[in-house]
């Protein structure tokens, strides 16, 4: 690699919020009629009827804090659920996906199965959070609340593994090239690539861990709870994994709520050049706030921010500051700025780093790159950003390098915050161009489906990462309704903030009562 990449940020470029709690209200109650049980597919029959051995979860958390978690609830309990490695092989090798439930407190509809995004969120670790924000929520009352993490993610097995903890501290292995400043050669590539096949299993685990395959281990995860349909909570990626089921299983789907939610009719380089731009957005809305205060480090004129905030970052490609037990470099400060940008309540953080860094200093955004990554107080990361490649390895579009140059011209274009300010298109190649399989989810997806019930796709307008628009061209791909949310943020159903949002997303949930044409609420 590029001597300049070797202290590239593990997450710094990640696209989707990782973990975000659930939240519900009281709504009427009803009992929704269930149609005869959907045949199993020919082959799936066994793992249509395994039992699952339920047991206590602490032997499923893969860091301190996900163990922190698991501790606080009480009824939390957590199975292995055996899958085909390859659907068109089910007698073959098997994985299992790890699964976590909080059983109903009361007469329950069915099983809520949620994904808090990603790709490489641990779902595991999402409903943990949600049995906590939803303790005294209808919706734990009327449904079995369930996390899994997908294949390859978390504590299943087996998981992606492409390097060590310790390399993660120093950030040594880049597995991006778009929207960074790190640069491949072809053997870096395709070592890349030998080392997660060496780490996760064989290049046959990382050939089968696209959101296609993932979204299959969710219907047999549906059979094994004994629900004829699926009643599924998605946010960010996990609305990319929810469209995909609806478009395979049609029919089982009881309920789908699809929070956060992505164009599925945009390519790889559109919907990328798109999110990053959102992020600029929310940068200067980030911006326009911290020109409020005095010691506002971006300067007092919003309009200069963008400038003011590249004359600090810029040097740090050549020269990187001091960071924790590690140093802070262009990449590590860009992604913990973007980290800060999903919500606004990270505003203040932002700040405080970006003020770091003219004292010399990267403490503060390095730290929000450890808390994007799941890095816990003893140094164990979860895998989210090995996952997050290998997924999308099977999911994005393949690009050439010279496609991988103009995608990051146009991203620079789009966020000018962040512009390294020196030419990074040679070395721009796809990181996953020796990958053992090609993609397999396709753009357009989801798209002219038949027999969908009503699904529900909420979206908040100033969303950074997954712009407003692009929820509105999701929900007329499934014929969705669509809610509104004004404001700013990325994701809102599951933080039980906002009693608009949540008396609608409960009634949706609950008794399938769709909001009318139009409907918006305000945070």
Same mark, same amino acid.
């Given at each position: 690699m590029h001597p300049r990449s070797s202290a590239r940020a593990r997450v710094g470029v990640a696209t989707t919020a990782l973990l975000v709690p659930l939240a519900g209200c009281v709504a009427p109650e009803s009992e929704p009629s269930a149609p005869p049980t959907s045949p199993t597919p020919s082959g799936l029959e066994a793992f249509h009827d395994q039992e699952l051995a339920w047991e206590e979860c602490d032997e499923y958390a893969t860091t301190s804090t996900e163990s922190s978690v698991y501790a606080l609830s009480d009824g939390l309990e957590c199975a292995r659920l055996e899958v085909p490695l390859d659907y068109d092989e089910p007698g073959g090798r098997t994985i299992h996906v790890a699964v976590l439930r909080l059983p109903a407190s009361g007469d329950a509809v069915g099983s809520l199965v949620t994904n808090p995004g990603g790709p490489g969120g641990s779902g595991l670790f999402g409903a943990a959070f949600a049995a906590l924000t939803l303790k005294d929520s209808p919706l734990t009352e009327r449904f079995d609340l369930v996390g899994l993490d997908p294949r390859g993610v978390g504590a299943s097995t087996p998981a992606i593994d492409c390097y060590s903890d310790e390399e993660a501290d120093r950030?040594?292995?880049?597995?991006?090239?778009?929207?960074?400043?790190a640069q491949f050669t072809e053997e870096d590539t395709r070592r890349l690539v030998e080392r997660c096949a060496e780490?996760? $299993?064989?290049?046959?685990?990382?050939?089968? @861990?696209?959101?296609?395959?993932?979204?299959?281990?969710?219907?047999?995860?549906?059979? @094994?709870?004994?629900?004829?349909?699926?009643?599924f909570l998605g946010q960010s990626y996990g609305t990319r994994l929810g469209a995909v089921y609806a478009e395979q299983f049609p029919q089982n789907v009881r309920a789908m709520l699809l929070d956060g939610a992505g164009d599925p009719t945009q390519g790889t380089v559109e919907r990328r050049v798109s999110a990053y731009a959102g992020f600029q957005a929310a940068f200067d809305r980030m911006a326009a706030r911290c020109a409020e205060r005095e010691d506002c480090p971006l300067g007092p004129d919003p309009d200069r921010a963008t400038e003011v905030f590249q004359d600090l970052v810029q040097p740090l490609y050549v020269d990187p500051v001091p960071a924790l037990d590690a140093e802070l470099g262009f990449d590590e400060a860009i992604g913990g700025v973007i980290t800060g940008l999903y919500t606004e309540d990270a505003w203040?953080?932002?700040?405080?780093?970006?003020?770091?860094?003219?004292?010399?200093?990267?403490?503060?955004?390095?730290?929000?790159?450890?808390?994007? $990554? $799941?890095r816990d107080p003893e140094g164990r990361w979860t895998n989210f950003a090995e996952a997050n490649y290998a997924i999308n390895c099977l999911d994005e579009d393949r690009l050439t390098p010279e496609e991988g140059g103009r995608l990051r011209t146009a991203i620079h274009e789009a966020a000018p915050f962040m512009d +390294?300010? @020196?030419d990074v298109t040679g070395g721009a190649r796809d990181t996953c161009e020796h990958w053992p399989a090609e993609p397999n989810l396709g753009f357009p997806y989801a798209q002219d489906i038949e027999g969908l019930p009503d699904t529900l796709?909420?979206?908040?307008?100033?969303? +950074?990462?997954?712009?407003?628009?692009?929820?509105?061209?999701?929900?007329?791909?499934?014929?969705?309704?669509?809610?509104?949310?004004?404001?700013?943020?990325?994701?809102?159903?599951?933080l039980g903030t906002n009693p608009c949002v949540d008396e609608i997303a409960a009634e949706y949930l609950i008794n399938l009562q @769709?909001?009318?044409?139009?409907?918006?609420?305000?945070?």
């Open positions: 950030g040594a292995v880049p597995l991006t090239a778009q929207g960074t400043t780490g996760s $299993g064989g290049l046959d685990v990382l050939a089968h @861990v696209g959101t296609r395959d993932a979204a299959r281990d969710i219907d047999v995860l549906r059979a @094994v709870l004994g629900d004829d349909e699926l009643t203040p953080r932002i700040i405080a780093g970006i003020a770091e860094i003219e004292d010399g200093r990267g403490d503060e955004l390095l730290q929000m790159n450890h808390d994007f $990554g $799941g +390294p300010g @020196v796709v909420v979206s908040i307008t100033g969303d +950074p990462t997954t712009p407003h628009a692009g929820a509105q061209v999701l929900a007329d791909s499934l014929g969705s309704a669509l809610l509104t949310v004004e404001g700013e943020g990325h994701g809102i159903v599951n @769709v909001p009318a044409e139009g409907a918006t609420c305000s945070l």
